[in-house]
């Protein structure tokens, strides 16, 4: 994760400092009580998505990276989980949370990062 966190802050000095570069950021979060949520119950492979819209719309399609800094999981099992981008647009993208085996999820959030 700390390297995950390191190519995160890497690829943002180095596109604050190419200022023709377009870049747009955010947080997500996800957790127990939110409707649909399901990674804190039941065994087996569990998903959910969230909708990021960006406040502006891309010229091109970018590239998106993502990064979790907090996961709440059950102490008794396996922490088996994966946040990736799909369905990325000009427009926005889609973060598909998932988790599977007997893991339980109670929340997990991270930062994206979006750049042409």
């Known amino acids: 994760m700390k390297n995950l966190l390191s190519l995160t802050a890497i690829l943002t000095l180095f596109f604050l400092i190419n200022t023709s570069a377009q870049v747009q950021s955010g947080t997500w979060s996800v957790k127990e009580g939110q ?8 065994q087996g492979e569990r998903a959910m998505t969230i909708s990021v819209r960006f406040p502006t719309p891309f010229e091109n399609k970018p590239k998106v990276a993502l990064s979790v800094t907090q996961i709440d999981a059950d102490k008794n099992a396996n922490q088996r989980y994966n ?3 799909i369905s990325i647009s000009r427009d926005g993208f889609t973060i598909k949370i998932r988790t599977w085996s007997d893991s339980k999820v109670f929340s997990i959030s991270g ?3 979006a750049h042409e």
């Open 83 to 85: 946040v990736e981008a």
């Open 111 to 113: 930062y994206w990062i």
């Open 35 to 42: 409707a649909g949520y399901n990674l804190h119950t039941n």
